[in-house]
């Protein structure tokens, strides 16, 4: 008896320490994050297959412009591969290369149409090499090159894929300079340079336009080339949607083709945006936060402090260019925002952590941020992050069948609505980023913003 009590007492040290689950290995990762790709998709080949989208809710399916462009499967393609999913990634193929044409009737948004199709069919084919992919991709872009007939060679918002008739003048940064990494891959892949040199010049116009202290509207008439809007928002500065992949491209195009352009650009751009648009706040707590608010374009004096699911791209951007201490510290407001109620809204005031707009639209871009730091760093605290965005992912947007965006994150309603870059990015980012981040050589690839990687290309 007394030996079984010396023994119980010298084991209550051991016993009062609490027992840690072990992170989940990559290989467990990607048996996990494999298995609900499959659940999103499968169920897409059950009830929307040849169709545009899955609603995850109704489960009916859903067409952008009442025809199937079969945007899931193009957008898609590239993760299955990347995954090793080798079935699904050939049937998918399949069905692009028999049934896809873009011979319709109908008027297409140019930003969206490039980000998503053009981006994905060339992705592929550098996977793949199937020919069929890229006569896709030249047929696409000569339709898409219509919309840079404006008198500045900035584009129109949208193109009839038949008849080549464009419409919407009124547009934004981004998606005016938001091509150059389609375009101009396109360009390298069937030496054409008239695909690179109607998006170079867009953009290039676009940064001509910039103020004086090197800072950019949100809003533009590419006819006139003037800046506009209802209101003096429209002059505000900032890295949200309607800016964001503006920056994004100019980083990356000099990344991807060597162009000294782009270079000088991003260059001059990104220290404007931190001179006027980023913010340090001190927190209820004494500490302090780095955020990118909104700043009048002309004079810089702060306009807003609005930050959101999309801004949340920045910190990738800056980690991929080298400033890693100012990556470091926006990823840690991104984490911040994502943990206010367990999943991210799509916009707060950064100054009062209020949530502005409560929805989640199953965005990529906080995990793509963590992606790119752990990429870089190998510190093991952003592959936490993505843990936590997984199985907040899992537990709130996750439905008998796919995966739906939620109405709000405070009560968590779900929305029938499951965008393809779900397939593209959300699902791609948490593969690298917890089970395989080694696969995509980033000196030697890049990412389009819909996360398709395209590969360095010789002139």
Same mark, same amino acid.
């Given at each position: #008896? ?6 119980? /007492? ?18 467990? $990762? ?8 499959? =659940?999103?998709?499968? !169920? ?9 989208? @899955? ?12 025809? !199937? ?13 990347? $995954? ?19 011979? &319709? ?30 006569? @896709? ?7 898409? /090159?219509?919309?840079?007939?404006? *008198?500045?060679? $900035? ?6 894929? &038949? ?9 934004? *940064? ?26 170079? =010049? ?8 910039? %103020? ?14 003037? +800046? ?16 964001? !992949?503006?920056?994004?491209? #100019? ?14 650009? +991003?260059?001059?751009s990104v220290v404007a945006l931190n001179q006027y648009v ?9 500490s302090t936060s780095f955020w990118y608010g909104e700043a ?24 991929? %260019? ?6 470091? %510290? ?6 911040? #925002? ?15 952590? &209020? ?57 968590? &309603? ?15 980012? /948490? ?29």
């Open positions: #008896m007394i030996k079984s009590a010396l023994l119980f /007492l010298l084991l209550l040290p051991t016993l009062a320490i609490p027992q840690t689950t072990p992170a989940p290995s990559q290989q467990e $990762m990607a048996t996990q994050i494999r298995a609900q790709f499959l =659940h999103a998709w499968n !169920s897409y080949h059950q009830y929307a297959w040849g169709h545009d989208e @899955l609603r995850p809710l109704s489960n009916q399916p859903f067409d952008w412009y009442g025809t !199937s462009l079969y945007m899931t499967p193009v957008d898609a393609l590239d993760t299955m591969i990347v $995954m090793g999913l080798t079935p699904q990634a050939d049937e998918a193929r399949h069905l692009i290369d028999t049934q896809l044409s873009f011979d &319709k009737d109908i008027y297409v948004k140019n930003f969206e149409i490039t980000i998503r199709m053009l981006g994905g069919l060339l992705s592929s084919y550098e996977l793949t090499h199937d020919p069929r992919l890229l006569a @896709l991709a030249d047929d696409l872009g000569t339709r898409l /090159l219509p919309v840079f007939n404006s *008198p500045t060679g $900035m584009p129109y918002v949208e193109v009839n894929l &038949k008849t080549g008739a464009v419409r919407g003048e009124d547009t934004n *940064p981004a998606e005016i300079g938001t091509l150059l990494l389609e375009f101009g891959t396109l360009s390298k892949l069937t030496h054409k340079p008239i695909y690179y040199d109607k998006a170079k =010049h867009a953009m290039v116009e676009l940064y001509s336009r910039r %103020s004086p202290i090197g800072l950019f509207g949100s809003e533009m008439n590419i006819r006139t080339g003037q +800046w506009t809007g209802p209101d003096p928002g429209a002059l505000d500065a900032n890295i949200e949607g309607g800016s964001d !992949s503006f920056y994004e491209y #100019m980083l990356k195009a000099w990344k991807l083709f060597g162009d000294e352009d782009c270079h000088r650009m +991003w260059e001059q980023s913010q340090t706040v001190t927190n209820s707590d004494k009048n374009m002309n004079t810089g004096a702060r306009t807003g402090t609005q930050y959101g699911a999309l801004a949340a791209f920045f910190a990738g951007s800056l980690a991929l %260019s080298g400033d890693l201490d100012r990556a470091r %510290s926006l990823q840690n407001s991104n984490y911040k #925002m994502w943990n206010l109620t367990g999943i991210e809204p799509e916009e707060i005031d950064y100054s009062t952590l &209020k949530i502005l707009s409560p929805g989640y639209q199953l965005r990529p871009e906080n995990i793509e941020s963590a992606y790119y730091l752990y990429y870089f760093t190998r510190d093991p605290k952003y592959r936490e992050m993505g843990l936590t965005y997984f199985n907040s992912i899992v537990k709130y947007c996750r439905t008998p069948s796919a995966f739906a965006a939620l109405s709000s994150v405070e009560t968590k &309603k779900q929305r029938d609505d499951m965008e393809s870059f779900f397939f593209a990015e959300t699902m791609k980012y /948490l593969y690298l980023l917890l089970a395989d981040p080694d696969h995509i050589d980033l000196q030697k690839t890049v990412f389009n913003t819909e996360a398709h990687p395209l590969n360095k290309l010789s002139s």
